[in-house]
């Protein structure tokens, strides 16, 4: 398996446009994780999904912030409008959820936002 | 909800020398994972140990959950062991998520 795939590496975009994050998880995993690092706040969970059901979105800081999993093999996370504060690298993690190892999580490459 | 503490916050080594990181965490957990993050900002897993001693080359970890601890040993640094080690709780007995640390920024100089 490829791993996690997070698109795009970097954005750049101007105040008050929307931006879209994608991620695919590992294939079989049935959770997936939105982390955000900042170097104030460190990583912090976003929301997590189970088998592409919202189980956590405690984090997700307001309502500008979204998430959705459509299917097994994609998820989105989408800030509208964005504000220069919502600049961090935004983490994708997945989690097989059985097994001996079931809550071992595989973290994405990071999408770096810039918000100008 | 839990507290997870690095130690030291950063460290300098010269090529060669070994170490050892710490974390703490205020209540039992059932699982631990550390990470590597490297200066490109990747996360890498290190060791998925709830409990018990793992090695794996030069790095070994060792957990004990009753006392709320767990220790990373870097032997014979190299410059590539450079950047950010973290470790990772679950916040609770019922949780998949994870509440990491603060890490512990590594400088290996050659």
């Known amino acids: 398996d490829a791993g996690v795939i997070q698109s795009p590496r970097h954005e750049v975009t101007e105040m008050g446009q929307e931006v879209t994050l994608r991620c695919k998880p590992i294939s079989g995993h049935d959770y997936l994780f939105w982390y955000r690092q900042t170097m104030m706040r460190g990583l912090e969970l976003l929301i997590y999904?189970?088998?592409?059901?919202?189980?956590?979105d405690s984090g997700m800081p307001e309502d500008r912030f979204s998430a959705k999993m459509p299917n097994a093999s994609f998820s989105t996370l989408k800030i509208q409008p964005s504000e220069p504060r919502d600049s961090a690298v935004y983490f994708c993690?997945?989690?097989?959820?059985?097994?001996?190892?079931?809550?071992?999580?595989?973290f994405g490459q990071g999408t770096r936002l810039t918000v100008v | 909800g839990i507290q997870v503490e690095q130690s030291p916050p950063d460290l300098i080594l010269q090529e060669g020398a070994n170490s050892t990181l710490r974390c703490n965490f205020s209540?039992?957990?059932?699982?631990l994972q550390w990470f590597h993050q490297n200066p490109w900002g990747q996360l890498i897993n290190l060791f998925y140990i709830p409990s018990g001693t793992k090695q794996n080359g030069r790095l070994s970890a060792t957990t004990v959950a009753t006392e709320r601890y767990s220790l990373l040993y870097i032997s014979s640094s190299q410059t590539t062991d450079s950047g950010v080690y973290f470790c990772?709780?679950?916040?609770?007995?019922?949780?998949?998520?994870?509440?990491f640390g603060p890490g512990t920024r590594l400088s290996v100089l050659p």
């Open positions: 993690a997945s989690s097989p959820g059985e097994g001996s190892r079931s809550t071992e999580a595989f």
């Open positions: 209540d039992s957990v059932n699982n």
């Open positions: 990772a709780v679950p916040p609770d007995n019922y949780g998949q998520n994870f509440v």
């Open positions: 999904f189970n088998n592409n059901v919202p189980i956590d």
